[in-house]
């Protein structure tokens, strides 16, 4: 944790208060996570009580304050999904990474979510992974895919 | 300043633009339960509790009278079968979150609620805000804030602030309808600064 970067991130929004769910956006993608200190110095720089950044931070589900991996890898278990084989993709998934949803691994590699619907049910089943889209899974092509992410 | 008139429960009531319906009916000495309302607070329309019938233009409609500004020729009921049946359900939701707190059991014999009606679901706190909006706003001091959403959404007390400024205030334990932020207090005390129990 260092200030330098955090508030090169604040002097970027001029440290307004209106921007402090972007502050806490690029705070979140480039920690993957919102440390302590980093909310005690975005409050103090912003001039925003510690209890309203509290709130939001744990309001959106955009924040987390607990470290997460470094790639985020969301699982759509939606129906257009699920029918087309969602859960194969998921116990794949799991068995590669040996996480469950909701959960980080050790190296902080690969966090991992279910989603209900990420919008293109034609391509299920549906994985995304830090925003990139890989539909049409096998459990052979979702192996694949998470080898290519270190 | 404009003044506007207004009938409640048939008087008629004079109040100031901009005035809550609740302001005129207080100041009319009608009274109109409340939970998360308070004078020194601004409004928050949390506890739904003081609903009342608006009637204007030959439309009821029902409005939470502590959001609710006056509007001339106004015509407010504050008790009528619907809004006693609201409040009595509104009243029963949140005797399943705070079975126990007296301020819920007065209100809830005035409305005939029954607390056993929804399954019990002890939370403790009914999110009136009380004692968050009181810190923030009166004392200044955000000792105290909600966290998460929905039916997860809880108080928490932030350690370094409530460890400095929680023992010479207590201002906000008085406010709670059901002592449950006194328990959070107690709580974060005895895991974050246990050294200041004496």
Same mark, same amino acid.
């Given at each position: 944790?260092?200030?330098?970067?955090?508030?090169?991130?604040?002097?970027?929004? *001029?440290?307004?208060?209106?921007?402090?769910?972007?502050?806490?956006?690029?705070? *979140?993608?480039?920690?993957?996570?919102?440390?302590?200190?980093?909310?005690?110095?975005?409050? !103090?720089?912003?001039?925003?009580?510690?209890?309203?950044?509290?709130?939001?931070?744990? =309001?959106?589900?955009? =924040?987390?304050?607990?470290?997460?991996?470094?790639?985020?890898?969301?699982?759509?278990?939606?129906?257009?999904?699920?029918?087309?084989?969602?859960?194969?993709?998921?116990?794949?998934?799991?068995?590669?990474?040996?996480?469950?949803?909701?959960? $980080?691994?050790?190296? @902080?590699?690969?966090?991992?979510?279910?989603?209900?619907?990420?919008?293109?049910?034609?391509?299920?089943?549906?994985?995304?992974?830090?925003?990139?889209?890989?539909?049409?899974?096998?459990?052979?092509?979702?192996?694949?895919?998470?080898?290519?992410?270190? | 300043?404009?003044?506007?008139?207004?009938?409640?429960?048939?008087?008629?009531?004079?109040?100031? !633009?901009?005035?809550?319906?609740?302001?005129?009916?207080?100041?009319?000495?009608?009274?109109?339960?409340?939970?998360?309302?308070?004078?020194? @607070?601004?409004? =928050?329309?949390?506890?739904?509790?003081?609903?009342?019938?608006? !009637?204007?233009?030959?439309?009821?409609?029902?409005?939470?009278? %502590?959001?609710?500004?006056?509007?001339?020729?106004?015509?407010?009921?504050?008790?009528?079968?619907?809004?006693?049946?609201?409040?009595?359900?509104?009243?029963?939701?949140?005797?399943?979150?705070?079975?126990?707190?007296?301020?819920? *059991?007065? @209100?809830? *014999?005035?409305?005939?609620?029954?607390?056993?009606?929804?399954?019990?679901?002890?939370?403790?706190?009914?999110?009136?805000?009380? %004692?968050?909006?009181?810190?923030?706003?009166?004392?200044?001091?955000?000792?105290?804030?909600?966290?998460?959403?929905?039916?997860?959404?809880?108080?928490?007390?932030?350690?370094?602030?409530?460890?400095?400024?929680?023992?010479?205030?207590?201002?906000?334990?008085?406010?709670?309808? $059901?002592?449950?932020?006194?328990?959070? =207090?107690?709580?974060?005390?005895?895991?974050?600064?246990?050294?200041?129990?004496?």
């Amino acid at each position: 944790m260092d200030n330098e970067r955090i508030d090169r991130i604040i002097d970027k929004h *001029q440290g307004e208060a209106s921007s402090l769910i972007q502050v806490l956006l690029e705070i *979140q993608s480039e920690y993957h996570w919102l440390p302590k200190e980093a909310l005690e110095r975005v409050s !103090e720089k912003l001039q925003v009580p510690l209890t309203r950044i509290q709130h939001i931070a744990t =309001f959106y589900k955009a =924040f987390s304050l607990v470290p997460k991996g470094r790639h985020e890898v969301h699982i759509c278990v939606g129906t257009a999904c699920h029918v087309r084989g969602a859960e194969r993709v998921l116990d794949k998934v799991q068995d590669l990474t040996g996480i469950k949803p909701g959960e $980080t691994d050790l190296d @902080l590699k690969f966090s991992l979510e279910t989603v209900n619907c990420l919008g293109c049910c034609a391509l299920g089943p549906v994985m995304e992974i830090d925003g990139k889209t890989h539909g049409k899974l096998s459990t052979a092509i979702t192996e694949d895919v998470l080898k290519n992410y270190d | 300043m404009n003044e506007i008139l207004l009938k409640i429960d048939g008087k008629e009531v004079k109040a100031r !633009e901009g005035m809550t319906v609740l302001e005129a009916a207080s100041n009319a000495g009608v009274s109109i339960p409340t939970l998360c309302h308070h004078e020194k @607070l601004m409004p =928050f329309g949390g506890c739904r509790l003081c609903i009342v019938e608006a !009637e204007s233009g030959g439309w009821t409609k029902l409005v939470v009278s %502590c959001v609710y500004p006056v509007e001339k020729n106004l015509i407010v009921r504050t008790r009528s079968e619907k809004v006693d049946r609201i409040r009595k359900t509104l009243l029963e939701l949140l005797l399943a979150h705070a079975p126990n707190s007296p301020k819920l *059991q007065d @209100l809830a *014999q005035e409305y005939g609620a029954d607390k056993n009606r929804f399954e019990k679901e002890v939370s403790f706190c009914i999110h009136c805000g009380l %004692c968050v909006r009181y810190c923030n706003e009166v004392k200044k001091l955000n000792a105290v804030g909600f966290v998460d959403r929905g039916i997860k959404k809880e108080i928490s007390f932030i350690p370094e602030i409530a460890s400095k400024e929680c023992n010479n205030c207590k201002e906000c334990f008085q406010l709670c309808p $059901t002592s449950y932020l006194h328990a959070a =207090f107690v709580l974060t005390e005895a895991l974050a600064f246990p050294g200041n129990l004496q």
